[in-house]
């Protein structure tokens, strides 16, 4: 059974840095799409940033120069680390995998103050 399972969310005041995590498990980690979504209350969800199998990344608009999508295949796992976090990136974000099907996880909250 392919979970995934997202972690590393909280508080953090404007300016700070969070690292969120998305665990993998229940397939081969060798021919994958992951992307991370957020959607805070009232707004549409929104795709923040893509890593592929094969090394490729994009991001949107909104976190290029601040987010960065990497992975660490030893652990299955794909980071999200965030800095200069503003009060709009306040949302939950949720880690999504295409591998045949789509999978998603359950998400972590992100709560930056200003």
């Known amino acids: 059974e392919v979970q995934l399972v997202e972690s590393g969310g909280g508080l953090v005041q404007a300016g700070g840095s969070l690292t969120l995590s998305c665990g993998t498990s229940?397939?081969?980690?060798?021919?994958?799409?992951i992307v991370w979504y957020r959607q805070a209350p009232g707004k549409q969800r929104e795709l923040v940033a893509i890593a592929t199998s094969d090394g490729r990344t994009n991001y949107a608009d909104s976190v290029k120069g601040r987010f960065t999508i990497s992975r660490d295949n030893a652990k299955n796992t794909v980071h999200l680390q965030m800095s200069s976090l503003k009060p709009e990136d306040t949302a939950l974000y949720y880690c999504?995998?295409?591998?045949?099907?789509?999978?998603w996880g359950k998400g972590t909250q992100v709560t930056v103050s200003s």
């Open positions: 999504y995998l295409s591998h045949g099907m789509v999978y």
């Open positions: 229940g397939f081969t980690f060798d021919d994958w799409v």
